[in-house]
Structures are given as C-alpha cells and as structure tokens.
C-alpha cells in the first residue's frame, strides 16, 4: 500500500496535478508504471505546445538551409510512409524530430531566448522529481549538483550501472551526451542506435540479458552504428524519451542527424524483441539508409577535396608571390651559407683532431689500466706449485687455439682459474666462461669462491674458453 502511495505522491509532484483522483486513473491506466504514466503524461502536453519559428539568433539563412536539409531527407527516404513493410515490421519511413533545447543548449552551448512551453514545464517538472526522488543535490550545493547531473556525467553513470547489472558485453555506448554522439555518427557516416533504459519496468532485464547483451547483437551495433544509451531516470534519458515519444519500454531507435536542432527518426522498437527480430530490423534499417549515408559521404569527400583544391591553389599563389623575395635574398643566403659550411668544416676537423687524441689517451690509459690488472692478477696466483697428491694440474684451452698450463693447489678457488687466464692472455676480464667438455660443465660467478676439490676439477682438468655473447 505504501508503494501505491509513494507512486502517486511522485506523480502528483512531478505533474504538478493536484487533483488526486485524476491522477489515480492516469496511474491505474498505465498499470501503475510510474515512469510509463509520466512519459504518457509529458508526450500528450508536448504535442500541442509551440514551438518558436526562430531564435534570437537565428537567421533567415540558417532556416532556409534547415528547411533544405529537411526536404532532401524526404525526397531521400527509402520508404513512403504508407508503405508496406515486412510482417510486422513497418517500413522505413524518416520522421523529422526536434530535440529539446536544453539538449542542443547544454551539449553545444547555443543560446535561445524562445523556448517552448512544453519544454519549460517537462524541464521543470524533471528538476523537481529528480528532486523529490533523492536524485538530485540539495539547494545548497546547486553547482555541485549540475556538475554531478551534466550529460556527461549521467552518460558515464548509465554505462557503470548497466555494465555492473549486466556484464561487459553490449552495445558500446557513449560515455558522451546525446548531441555529442550525434554529431560523432555525423562525423563517422553511421546512423546511431538509441536505447532507452527503463530500470523498473519488467521486461527490461530479460531484453538486456538476452537480447541487447547478445554477442551477435552487440558486435552488429559496434560495427555499424553509435550507440548511445541513457536512462529514463536521467535527466536527458527523460528529456530524449519525450522527444522520441516512447510509449513502451523496452525502448530502442535508430537516428540520423539531420540539422543542429533535428534529427531523422528512422526506426524505433518497443517492446522486448529477441535477438533475431533486432538483427532483422537493424539491418533493414542499415540497407535501406545506405545510399543516404553513401551520398553523405561523397558529398563530404567532395566538399574536402574543394577544400584541398583551394588551399592548392592559395599555396600556389604564395609560392608564386614570394618567388621573387626568394630571389632576392638568394645571393645573400648562398655568401651566409658558403661561411657556414666553411666554419663548419673547420670546427668538424678540430673536433675530429681532439677525439683522435682523446681517443688514444683513452686507449693507452685502458691499457695501462689492464696491464697493471694483469700484473696484479699474476702477483695474486703466488709461486706455482710443485707436483703433489693435493696440487691441481690445470690445461686451458684458449679461442685462438693456444693452452695454457699450471698446477694450483686443490684449496685454490675457481676464481684462480680466471686470474691466471686474465693474467696469461689478452682476453677482455668478465667477458668469458670456463667450461669443460664432457660432462658438459659451466664455471660461471656462482662457483668463483669454491675450491679446485669442491668443484670437481682435482687433481687434474681440461677447460676451455667459452666466450660471453
């Protein structure tokens, strides 16, 4: 009983009705879906308002060229409105609509002094309910709460909350406003699905799950068409189920743009459709609206290509006019250039001279460095010592073929071996490894501090120089 409540006191502050009868017929009528009675309620008052011919700003020219673009969609449609379609399924017949001019106005910042009387009380009466329903801020914190409602911001909203409810697979919708994913299929020639979410209403998660969720529906929409979602909830999801006249939820349409303030409604699907009956109205759609978008596009290839002809031929014209500077100055850059290149090349050898001779301080003190390290490394081996059971007989054969023998007492470590191969040989230190043939054996850093016993080598062993790649 409370829900019964609660849905007519929404109602009524929504409404603005007073009259709690009144109101308890429209709700019973719609079968008490809130959201289906309000969308009725608001169609029926915007059909009769008026709209303004021009805005204050508007010219002559603008409307002309809209009434243009109007009239080409008509000559252009595919299918007459009385026309037959496929059982069940009107044909496509092209409806102009004009958005709300809190749309155009808050996704393109246009200015309008003339707005219509339906507009101002559906934008007010969604202001308030958003308001009683908790959606909104409170007064005090108004930029706040514009920031959090702008149609961005809702846009992102609804793609959270309907990836969160129904998976990661579905129609890429547009975390962008209305008018900015429709200005994107203009851009992209793609005509743009619609879909607006009804969170309460019955068949909505049965359609999302089954239909729109589908992979095969997903991936057509992503290919062919900008899809844009919103919810009923939301203030331009409110606002765009006015202007499309949804009547019945689960709600999906395909539009095309027509001018800045209107669009081309060219299919809408109410209902719950599976995922066949979708496929089968989208690609209808797609092939029927073919030629328009391909006259789109060429229209706008030529228009660029004009564009690219004139900037040609402007191009043209400055290199023309500014041959004759050119030549001018032609001597002058040729005397600076010719210096140039003579201080260049002078700097260029004197470069040269000081990396040759840095080079060789280089090169000697590297040697220097090496042969002193070498001489270390020998003083650090100690005397060789005489044949005994606990003396090591080490062979080693180098890359270049030559060996090179000496006996090591068993408790000298692997890291001796290395010594008496850097002391005994021009090899770089650290750029190779002792290994012995079979067993295939490497004597790498891990096994530097055991001894000639420890690792296996006692009393005599044959290695070989693997150099590091």
């Known amino acids: 009983m409370s829900d019964v409540a609660d849905k007519l006191s929404n109602f009524q502050a929504i409404t603005g009705l007073e009259d709690v009868d009144l109101c308890t017929e429209i709700l019973n009528a719609h079968d008490w879906d809130l959201e289906l009675a309000i969308s009725s309620f608001t169609s029926n008052t ?144 793609k005509l743009m699905f619609v879909y607006l979410h009804s969170p309460d209403h019955p068949d909505t998660p049965l359609f999302c799950e089954e239909s729109l969720c589908s992979e095969v529906l997903s991936a057509f929409v992503n290919e062919n068409f900008v899809a844009w979602g919103g919810s009923i909830r939301d203030s331009e999801g409110f606002k765009m189920s006015n202007s499309l006249k949804a009547s019945r939820f689960p709600f999906c349409a395909v539009v095309m743009a027509a001018t800045n303030q209107r669009i081309a409604l060219l299919q809408q699907v109410e209902g719950p459709k599976s995922t066949e009956e979708m496929l089968t109205v989208l690609q209808r759609v797609l092939e029927e609206s073919s030629p328009v978008l391909v006259a789109a596009r060429l229209e706008s290839e030529e228009r660029v290509n004009s564009i690219r002809l ?67 490394k020998a003083l650090s081996l100690g005397p060789e010592p005489e044949k005994a059971p606990d003396v090591t007989q080490v062979l080693v054969r180098l890359p270049n073929g030559d060996r090179k023998g000496r006996r090591f007492h068993c408790t000298a470590t692997v890291q001796s071996l290395y010594d008496f191969v850097d002391s005994s040989s021009d090899l770089g230190i650290g750029n190779y490894t002792l290994a012995t043939n079979f067993p295939r054996v490497l004597y790498g850093p891990d096994k530097l501090s055991s001894t000639l016993k420890e690792a296996g080598l006692h009393p005599q062993v044959s290695l070989f120089v693997e150099l590091n790649s």
């Open 46 to 189: 915007n059909s009769g308002e008026h709209v303004p011919a021009a805005t204050s700003s508007a010219t002559a020219a603008d409307y002309a060229a809209e009434e243009d673009a109007i009239e080409r969609f008509e000559q252009m449609r595919l299918v007459n409105n009385g026309g037959a379609g496929a059982p069940g399924s009107p044909g496509l017949a092209w409806k102009i609509i004009t958005l709300p001019i809190s749309i155009i106005s808050g996704s393109l910042g246009l200015a309008s002094s003339a707005i219509g009387l339906g507009f101002w009380i559906a934008g007010g009466m969604l202001s308030y309910s958003l308001g009683v329903i908790g959606l909104s801020g409170s007064g005090g914190r108004s930029g706040e709460s514009s920031s959090l409602n702008s149609p961005t911001n809702e846009a992102i909203r609804f793609v959270s909350m309907f990836e969160r409810e129904y998976g990661d697979v579905h129609p890429n919708f547009a975390c962008e406003s209305f008018m900015d994913a429709l200005q994107r299929s203009r851009r992209e020639f």
């Open 310 to 376: 004139r900037e040609e031929q402007d191009a043209a014209f400055q290199a023309a006019l500014q041959a004759d500077q050119a030549r001018e100055r032609q001597k002058q850059e040729e005397e600076e250039r010719l210096a140039r290149e003579a201080a260049e090349v002078e700097r260029k050898e004197k470069e040269e001279v000081e990396a040759r001779e840095r080079a060789a301080r280089e090169a000697a003190e590297i040697e220097a460095a090496m042969v002193k390290l070498r001489e270390e």
